[in-house]
């Protein structure tokens, strides 16, 4: 199964999967607060919302891609295809209880990464499928200051999710064996956020999402492997979930078209998955990935197309978390462009129906690894990568 490591980790790891913002590619985040999708990134911004409020999505992501590595120990290459479709389900509420206060609450994907399942690969004694993700409940409230300003904030209740498989090396001649590991757990984390309605026609956002650490144990499951080679001892994780800013600037038109700035500070150098032996000497391992924080920057335009009708554009950049020498078999992180365009009709009960298709381009993601067990020296990129999202979604 394809992970979403096809988003880009930045993308993957921060964005709320289950919401676009305003618009396609992540576009109008922190400012615009037009429905209730805003109680997930500014539960400030709730404070606009004059009566209560729905929203419901369904993204559905489409990958594929095709990856070809070489391996000097063993003296081999392969090339693995794959791909996979995923149905990805969101839910917002808000509404107003007076002038000052709004509550909120929001059920939504709000992290996830992981390697595609390359089970012939070379690289597939390191790992032939891994994910992580962590599923939100995020009950908000915003209180209003002024008719300018208003403060929200917010707990995420996130259960987070790990899996990992490996082949297990059984000697020359003789089939792998398998190795899997599969455990969750639940964290808390919180957002704080502030609203400026500059003007009739600009307002302004800011948001800050702290991080968390999800701290999980299970036993190794084998099959097909020797018993002098299966570990009887537990394996312990803490997974490090990083914190971000998101500031953003919604500005609308005489025309009625409306324009959006959105820039996203994600402490990515902080993400790690430390894990340790039960019972057993040894620690935490370091951290292993040396990332680097990450920017990312969305533009968003919109414009009534006929009555009731609307369209927009958007555009996004993920600046690459990883220098090309610290990329690994196991996190191949890159840089990311996306583009995409949007349709919405308001409909005379006040309902609105919008679709939104997105095109993410991500880079080749080459790898070259020091000399390892077995394996030897490991190097390898993608050389196709598609990366589709189209999100159906209603607010009333």
């Known amino acids: 199964m394809n992970r979403l490591i096809h988003l880009g980790l930045a993308v993957a790891a921060i964005l709320p999967l289950t919401a676009m913002g305003g618009g396609p590619v992540f576009t109008d985040l922190a400012a615009g607060a037009s429905d209730a999708s805003i109680v997930g990134f500014n539960p400030a911004g709730m404070a606009r919302l004059t009566d209560a409020s729905w929203r419901t999505g369904l993204i559905v992501s489409y990958s594929e891609s095709t990856w070809e590595v070489n391996s000097s120990g063993l003296d081999q290459s392969s090339e693995s295809d794959s791909d996979s479709t995923m149905l990805i389900p969101s839910l917002f509420y808000v509404r107003p209880l007076n002038e000052s206060w709004t509550i909120g609450a929001s059920l939504s994907a709000t992290s996830g990464m992981g ?41 995420g209740i996130n259960y987070t999710v790990y899996s990992w498989e490996a082949a297990v090396f059984n000697g020359i001649g003789t089939p792998d064996g398998k190795v899997e590991v599969e455990m969750d757990d639940v964290k808390l984390n919180y957002i704080l956020s502030a609203h400026w309605e500059a003007s009739a026609t600009t307002r302004f956002g800011l948001s800050w999402r702290s991080e968390y650490k999800p701290d999980m144990q299970d036993s190794p499951d084998y099959s097909g492997v020797d018993p002098d080679r299966q570990s009887d001892t537990d394996l312990e994780l803490e997974i490090t979930m990083p914190q971000s800013v998101v500031a953003g600037v919604y500005h609308s038109l005489a025309n009625q078209h409306w324009l959006s700035l959105d820039l996203m500070w994600v402490e990515t150098s902080e993400f790690n998955i430390e894990s340790a032996v039960v019972d057993e000497d040894g620690g935490f391992t370091p951290n292993p990935y040396q990332l680097n924080d990450t920017w990312v920057v969305s533009v968003g335009w919109g414009m009534p197309l006929a009555a009731q009708w609307s369209v927009g554009l958007g555009a996004l950049y993920v600046h690459d978390p990883m220098d090309d020498d610290n990329r690994s078999v196991l996190l191949r992180a890159d840089s990311l462009w996306g583009l995409g365009a949007s349709i919405e009709q308001q409909r005379d009960n006040g309902m609105v129906i919008g679709a939104n298709l997105s095109y993410l381009f991500t880079g080749d993601s080459p790898v070259e690894t020091p000399q390892l067990p077995i394996v030897g020296v490991i190097d390898g990129e993608y050389t196709d990568r598609t990366n589709l999202l189209f999100e159906l979604y209603v607010s009333w």
């Open 115 to 155: 390697n595609d399942g390359d089970e012939d690969a070379v690289s597939r004694y390191l790992a032939t499928d891994w994910s992580v993700g962590s599923f939100t409940f995020q009950p908000a409230v915003s209180y209003r200051l002024n008719d300018a300003w208003s403060l929200g904030a917010g707990v």
